[in-house]
Structure formats: structure tokens, C-alpha cells
């Protein structure tokens, strides 16, 4: 067979393979990159940091703050916000755009 008789080697079984796997990478990297992720880690991470200071806090901090462990109260609201956003992301995980809603390429226009 010639290549120019449109035959590309490829059967339409090997093809929906192929665009099933595209499908699934697409989708692993849109949940990859949610930013829910990212802003839920940070504020889990730093809760902890500041939780801890306030366990460890002298009472001279406490009384600077006019008898308030300040730094225990806010790891603890950031320790709760962080995971509030990753519990969201764990219940409502993003979708794949559909394919007809990728952008398409538009074709060069001549002078």
C-alpha cells in the first residue's frame, strides 16, 4: 500500500486506546494542579507550625495578647481552613473539560 491511500497503520481500536489514555493524563494533571490543593496543604502546613508555637508559648506571650493563646487559636482556624479545602477537593474533584470545549487552533490566515 502507498502512504498516499490514507492507511496510517493504526486501527480505530488502537486509536481509542490512544485517546482514552490522552483523556486520563488530562485528567490527572487538572486535579494535580487544582488550587484547592495547594492552598488546603499550605494552610494544613502552617496550621501546624503555628499550632505548635502556641502549645509552646511563654506566658509573657500570653499576657502580650492580653491573656489569649493567640498563636494556638490561629493554628487552629488555619489547621481547620486547610482541611476544609483539601475535604472539598476529596468530595468534589474537578472534571476534565469536554473535548468539544478544548480551544482549537485556528488556521494561519494569508495576506
Same mark, same amino acid.
Given at each position: 500500500? $502507498?502512504?498516499?491511500?490514507?492507511?496510517?497503520?493504526? $486501527?480505530? =481500536?488502537?486509536?481509542?486506546?490512544?485517546? $482514552?489514555?490522552?483523556?486520563? =493524563? $488530562?485528567?490527572?494533571?487538572?486535579?494535580?494542579?487544582?488550587?484547592?490543593?495547594?492552598?488546603?496543604?499550605?494552610?494544613?502546613?502552617?496550621?501546624?507550625?503555628?499550632?505548635?508555637?502556641?502549645?509552646? /508559648?511563654?506566658?509573657?506571650?500570653?499576657? =502580650?495578647?492580653?491573656?489569649?493563646?493567640?498563636?494556638?487559636?490561629?493554628?487552629?482556624?488555619?489547621?481547620?481552613?486547610?482541611?476544609?479545602?483539601? /475535604?472539598?477537593? =476529596?468530595?468534589?474533584?474537578?472534571?476534565?473539560?469536554?473535548?468539544? /470545549?478544548?480551544?482549537?487552533?485556528?488556521?494561519?490566515?494569508?495576506?
Amino acid at each position: 500500500m $502507498s502512504e498516499s491511500s490514507g492507511y496510517s497503520g493504526f $486501527s480505530e =481500536k488502537d486509536v481509542q486506546r490512544e485517546v $482514552s489514555e490522552l483523556e486520563t =493524563k $488530562s485528567a490527572t494533571a487538572a486535579q494535580l494542579f487544582d488550587i484547592r490543593r495547594i492552598i488546603g496543604g499550605l494552610f494544613v502546613l502552617y496550621g501546624v507550625i503555628v499550632t505548635i508555637a502556641g502549645f509552646t /508559648a511563654s506566658d509573657a506571650d500570653i499576657d =502580650k495578647a492580653e491573656g489569649v493563646n493567640i498563636n494556638l487559636w490561629t493554628g487552629l482556624g488555619m489547621l481547620a481552613l486547610g482541611l476544609f479545602f483539601l /475535604a472539598w477537593l =476529596k468530595l468534589r474533584p474537578t472534571a476534565p473539560p469536554p473535548p468539544d /470545549a478544548l480551544p482549537q487552533e485556528k488556521p494561519a490566515e494569508r495576506p
